[in-house]
């Protein structure tokens, strides 16, 4: 590893102290380090800014410093462009990165120079959205965790049509359907009562929220399968949309009256880098209680 990425969640790293002390250790050890834009003015040592995208093309590996939120922002754009990932938590839960800030964080760092490092390859969702004549108006949309079609703000129940390989599955009436991968079924899909996977898994899980049917349960598909998603009814009250689109609880698209959801596993994926022994039901009984 010639060259790190290194990206830092700013509210967790107040003036960037723990960014600051990466980047020396790193230039230390021969190794370049480059920084986003807006994290270069905290910094007075001799890194790389980069503008955009440029982080992840220039890197070898991508290191967050922050939370769950931030890895997982950071792991989708580094799969577009093939870099492995590893995260120190400043967060809360942290479940998804590897190591805590200090001494803690620079050892796995440590770790990963040296080669002594575990790779972790984790499946994606890939989504588009679709008119009412199945014409894709929105494509290429990318979840590490899920992909959730939810009703709006006002509590007002909506149904969910939903199709497996073109086969009609079910109607769900409720607040919503959850589609996750095996990270995410820690995520939202485990708070909606669905069932929790490998991360090493290949599978979908669809998990309906607060459904209004008894026999309502969540389903563990194929990784294969794809899934379709209609909602009836009108999407918009008072000129607003009342159903909404969310990839990883990040990336948020209303929904027009007549459009539908798709969602497949992607042709991408996730490269964690893990430097601890800690295994994942290790991690899940630390995490989860």
């Known amino acids: ?22 980047v020396d250790w790193s230039l230390s050890r021969g190794v370049r380090a480059i920084v986003r834009e807006s994290d270069a003015k905290f910094l007075s040592s001799e890194y790389r800014m980069a503008k955009g995208d440029e982080l992840y093309k220039l890197s070898d590996m991508i290191v967050t410093l922050g939370g769950d939120g931030t890895m997982i922002d950071a792991a989708k754009k580094a799969a577009v462009f ?15 990165t590897d190591s805590a800030r200090g001494e803690a964080g620079i050892e796995s760092l440590r770790k990963v120079l040296e080669g002594d490092f575990k790779v972790e390859k984790r499946m994606m969702l890939e989504a588009s959205v679709l008119d009412e004549s199945n014409n894709v108006i929105n ?20 149904s969910y049509n939903v199709q497996i390989n073109d086969s009609y599955l079910d109607k769900y009436k409720g607040d919503g359907i959850i ?27 669809i998990t309906p929220i607060c459904p209004h049917k008894m026999d309502s349960r969540p389903l563990v598909l194929s990784a294969n399968d794809i899934i379709d998603i209609s909602i009836e009814g009108d ?55």
């Open 1 to 22: 590893m010639k060259t790190i990425g290194l990206i830092a969640n700013l509210d967790r790293d107040i003036n960037g102290e723990y960014l600051k002390e990466v």
């Open 82 to 96: 093939g870099v492995p990932i590893i995260g120190i938590n400043l967060g809360t839960l942290g479940y998804l």
């Open 139 to 158: 494509s290429e949309l990318l979840a590490l965790n899920d992909v959730c079609v939810l009703r709006g703000a006002l509590p007002k129940s909506k």
């Open 179 to 205: 589609i996750a991968t095996p990270t995410g079924s820690t995520a939202y899909n485990l708070s909606a009562g669905g069932p929790i996977l490998r991360p090493d898994m290949e599978c979908i899980t």
């Open 235 to 289: 999407y918009e009250q008072e000129g607003r949309s009342e159903v909404t689109l969310s990839l990883d609880c990040q990336e948020n698209i209303e929904l027009e009256k007549g459009q539908s959801v798709k969602v497949w596993k992607s042709k991408k994926h996730v490269t964690f880098l893990k430097t601890n022994n800690l295994g994942f039901y290790d991690i899940l009984r630390m995490k989860m209680h």
